[in-house]
Structures are given as structure tokens and as C-alpha cells.
């Protein structure tokens, strides 16, 4: 069943997504004839600047809000690292509430502030699922009224949903701050952020087919912190660095595409999340999925996380996976890398003999990619003895 490199499987999409074309001839004009710096006050600068400008209009106008709340980053790390670290700074505060699932983005940076005495950091209970506990939360609160609250909204190994708008009337009635890492969930869930209560949400533009290197941190206008990178003005003050032109450009492109066919894509993506629930039940005895992935309601509809039986193949896995031209992760690809298992199975207890998968779903995957993904894994444990 080897496929050629033409027919690869791609099911890692919470890892970064395919581009797409549209974004790609969007971009082209500012990667060549408009090449002037944005912070030039000459024509060719000009000319630059308003794209950017543009770009930001169409973000503001997808997620509701005004233009002047949105900044563009280097990506998801950089907004979440800005919007913690200077949030806990320009406002004194001394405690700050995650959850053990959290992308480390978010985790290593608050254990980083914790460790050199800033803060004082709570984890707040999971249940059996991985969701938050939402009782465990309010009595966080209650302890420590003023705090930073960061939690993400799609988790990025499982899938689970946080409601943003409990947390967020949480976080109000105790005078929280409230920072939710929407790294996953922007492009494919829709934010009406005039709505939302939250503080501060991130994007970046290669999880929703558009280009890497660019991202978005919005900032509610009900609070003010100081820049995280310095060195100059771009960004209203906010952002020192020349502006990554065409990515801010690709980045506007790519969500108003996102936008545009949400609902078909959704549609199609769920289709393929739902066979593959059923192709892997009919064929392998004892799978199961973690975290709570295979609930349509309580999860993103892109994130499959399979827990395979224990077998001689477990730690092969991966590896047997990519041989067959699969491509698809153990967990959060940021880690992919290390020798450490996923932190996010083991706060849910996962046996760290069975195998694990993240197959993730994009708008240009089809049936026949979920097929062969489900039969090759299902070939591959008829072939050994548990």
C-alpha cells in the first residue's frame, strides 16, 4: 500500500496547514514590486503601509472589532509570550491561572515567571476528559480575584473547546484578566470578539492555509501594556521591527478565505472526522480516543487524537506511518522533537504503552486520505501480536 510522493497522505493540520493559492497570488505583488518599508514616508513606502492597514481592516471586520485592537506578530508564540508576560507586568499581578494542557507557549512561559518569583502560579483541575473544571476555576478566583487567567480555546493535541464566554463572565465578575490562546480555533471556529470577554486572543496565519512567520495578537481596549519587543514605532507603538509585509498581507488573505467557506469546509472536515471515528472502530479492537475528540460538540472538528491498543508497534508508530507516506504527529508538533512524551496524555493519565496519533484535518483532505489511513494502521496491527 506504499503510496508515491505525489499521493503523501497530509493529516497533520494543527501542525501548519497547506497554503492556499489565493494566498499565495495575493502575496506575490508585495514580495516583488512592492518592496518599499512600510515605515518610509516616501511613495513606496506608502503604498506598502496601506496594505498592511487593509490586512488589518479585514481581520478586525472578521472577528468584530476595531482595527486598533489588532497587532501583527511573528506568530501564536510571540502574541501569547506579549500578551502574558506584559500584561503581568503592567498591572502588578502576582498570581495567574492555566491548566496543565495548555500549549507551551502559554505553560513555559508562565513556569518561567513563576520560577523567577513574578508570580504565583495555579493549575486548575481537569476532569477525566480534559476539560477544565469550571468550579475548581471560580475557587481559583475567589482565592485570588485579580489574576491572570490563560486558557487556550482548542486544545491543540486533543481538541477539546473551552467556552470562552462562561470563562470570560468568570474572569469579569473577579476582575481577572483573561487571555485565551485561539491558536487553533481561529480560522475555523468564528470569533465575535465584541461579544467574547476576553482581553487578549491570538492567530497565526499557517493554522488556517496561509503563510508561516505571521500571527495576530488582539488586544481588548479596556486594557493597555507596554511593547515586549522594542526598537522602534510599527505597530502603533506596539511592535518594535520592520513589518513582515507579504505574511500580514497572506495572513488578511487567508482569514477572509477562512471566512468565506467556513461553513462548507466545516461541513467536509466533520465528514472526515466522523469516518475516521467509525473506520478505526470497525477495524481495531479496544481503540479509543483521548481527551473528549469524539464529541462533535465538545471538540474542534479538525483534531482526532486515536489511542491504539498496546503492541510491539506502539513507539514505532510515528515512524511505521511515515514509511507508508502518512504524515501525521504523536502530539503537539512544537515538541515534535523531543524525547518527551506529550504532557497533555500524561495530565490525562493516557498508559504510555498504547499508541497515540494526532491525525488532523484540513479543507484539502479527502475520504480516500482517511481510508488508507485507517486501513494502513489496521494492517499494521493485524501484523503483529499484542
Known amino acids: 500500500m506504499i503510496r508515491s510522493v505525489a499521493d503523501r497522505v497530509y493529516l497533520d493540520n494543527a501542525a501548519t496547514t497547506r497554503i492556499s493559492p489565493e494566498v499565495i497570488e495575493a502575496m506575490l505583488p508585495w514580495m516583488t514590486e512592492q518592496y518599499g518599508n512600510p515605515s518610509s514616508i516616501h511613495g513606496h513606502g506608502r503604498v506598502v503601509k496601506s496594505a498592511i492597514e487593509q490586512a488589518r481592516k479585514t481581520v478586525a471586520g472578521l472577528l468584530n472589532t476595531s482595527p486598533a485592537q489588532i497587532f501583527f506578530t511573528s506568530g501564536g508564540t510571540e502574541a501569547d509570550n506579549t500578551a502574558i508576560t506584559c500584561s503581568i507586568d503592567n498591572y502588578g499581578l502576582t498570581?495567574?491561572?492555566?491548566?496543565?494542557?495548555?500549549?507551551?507557549?502559554?505553560?513555559?512561559?508562565?513556569?518561567?515567571?513563576?520560577?523567577?518569583?513574578?508570580?504565583?502560579?495555579?493549575?486548575?483541575?481537569?476532569?477525566?476528559?480534559g476539560h477544565v473544571d469550571l468550579n475548581h476555576l471560580e475557587e481559583l478566583l475567589q482565592t485570588n480575584p485579580r489574576s491572570l487567567v490563560s486558557l487556550m480555546h482548542g486544545n491543540n493535541e486533543i481538541g477539546n473547546l473551552l467556552d470562552l464566554n462562561v470563562v470570560g463572565d468568570?474572569?469579569?465578575?473577579?476582575?481577572?484578566?483573561?487571555?485565551?490562546?485561539?491558536?487553533?480555533?481561529?480560522?475555523?471556529?468564528?470569533?465575535?470578539?465584541?461579544?467574547?470577554?476576553?482581553?487578549?486572543?491570538?492567530?497565526?496565519?499557517?493554522?488556517?492555509?496561509?503563510?508561516?512567520?505571521v500571527g495576530f495578537l488582539y488586544i481588548n481596549a479596556d486594557v493597555k501594556i507596554h511593547p515586549y519587543i522594542h526598537g522602534g514605532s510599527q505597530e502603533r507603538n506596539m511592535r518594535g521591527g520592520t513589518e513582515n509585509v507579504y505574511g500580514i498581507v497572506g495572513l488578511g488573505k487567508a482569514?477572509?478565505?477562512?471566512?468565506?467557506?467556513?461553513?462548507?469546509?466545516?461541513?467536509?472536515?466533520?465528514?472526515?472526522?466522523?469516518?475516521?471515528?467509525?473506520?478505526?472502530?470497525?477495524?481495531?479492537?479496544?481503540?479509543?480516543?483521548?481527551?473528549?475528540?469524539?464529541?462533535?460538540?465538545?471538540?474542534?472538528?479538525?483534531?482526532?487524537?486515536v489511542s491504539l491498543p498496546p503492541s510491539d508497534i506502539s513507539d514505532m508508530l510515528l515512524f511505521n506511518l511515515d514509511i507508508a507516506k502518512i504524515s501525521a504527529s504523536g502530539g503537539s508538533a512544537c515538541s515534535s522533537g523531543s524525547e518527551v512524551g506529550s504532557h497533555v496524555l500524561g495530565a490525562l493519565g493516557v498508559a504510555p504503552d498504547r499508541g497515540n496519533v494526532r491525525f488532523s484535518f484540513g479543507k484539502y483532505n479527502t475520504e480516500a486520505d482517511i481510508d488508507y489511513a485507517v486501513n494502513t494502521v489496521a494492517e499494521m496491527y493485524k501484523a503483529v501480536t499484542v
Open 95 to 129: 498570581h495567574a491561572i492555566t491548566s496543565p494542557l495548555e500549549h507551551h507557549a502559554v505553560l513555559h512561559t508562565l513556569e518561567y515567571l513563576a520560577k523567577a518569583g513574578k508570580i504565583k502560579l495555579s493549575l486548575v483541575n481537569i476532569d477525566a476528559k
Open 170 to 213: 468568570l474572569c469579569a465578575q473577579y476582575n481577572a484578566i483573561f487571555h485565551s490562546d485561539t491558536v487553533q480555533t481561529v480560522g475555523h471556529l468564528r470569533h465575535d470578539l465584541k461579544q467574547l470577554k476576553t482581553h487578549f486572543i491570538v492567530g497565526a496565519a499557517h493554522k488556517f492555509n496561509g503563510p508561516k512567520g
Open 255 to 305: 482569514l477572509e478565505i477562512a471566512y468565506r467557506d467556513m461553513d462548507s469546509h466545516r461541513t467536509h472536515i466533520e465528514h472526515l472526522k466522523k469516518r475516521m471515528i467509525a473506520g478505526f472502530r470497525e477495524k481495531i479492537e479496544d481503540v479509543r480516543f483521548n481527551g473528549d475528540c469524539e464529541n462533535m460538540e465538545r471538540s474542534n472538528y479538525t483534531v482526532l487524537n
